[in-house]
Nanobody, 124 residues
């Protein structure tokens, strides 16, 4: 079993920055592609960013491209999401997820493990 724990959420003013971190248990972290999703009140869970196993391929949802950066450190079993130029519409619960499959996907159904979520609130 893989356990994922997110941290780093909080309250920030528009234009500010936050760095979210996902800490994974176990020794199989490097075998998973990692992704961040978010879910705002009343909305479906939305893909935010994905990074492959080796960390050399990244993808982003259009609305965060250029503002958010996903990264990973396989030696530390962590995956981070650096969020800059935050907007009120970024307000959501952010979830870290792990995918053993080798094919790129934005679908939450393809991710085997999930963290508990960390709340990001951006005030205007």
């Amino acid at each position: 079993q893989v356990q994922l724990v997110e941290s780093g959420g909080g309250l920030v003013q528009a234009g500010g920055s936050l760095r979210l971190s996902c800490a994974a248990s176990g020794r199989t972290f490097s075998g998973y592609a990692m992704a961040w999703f978010r879910q705002a009140p009343g909305k479906e869970r939305e893909f935010v960013a994905r990074i492959n196993r080796s960390g050399d391929m990244k993808s982003y949802e259009d609305s965060v491209k250029g503002r958010f950066t996903i990264s990973r450190d396989n030696a530390k079993n962590t995956a981070d999401l650096q969020m800059n130029s935050l907007k009120p519409e970024d307000t959501a619960v952010y979830y870290c997820a792990a995918d053993w499959g080798g094919i790129y996907t934005r679908s939450p159904l393809e991710y085997e493990y999930w963290g508990q979520g960390t709340t990001v609130t951006v005030s205007s």
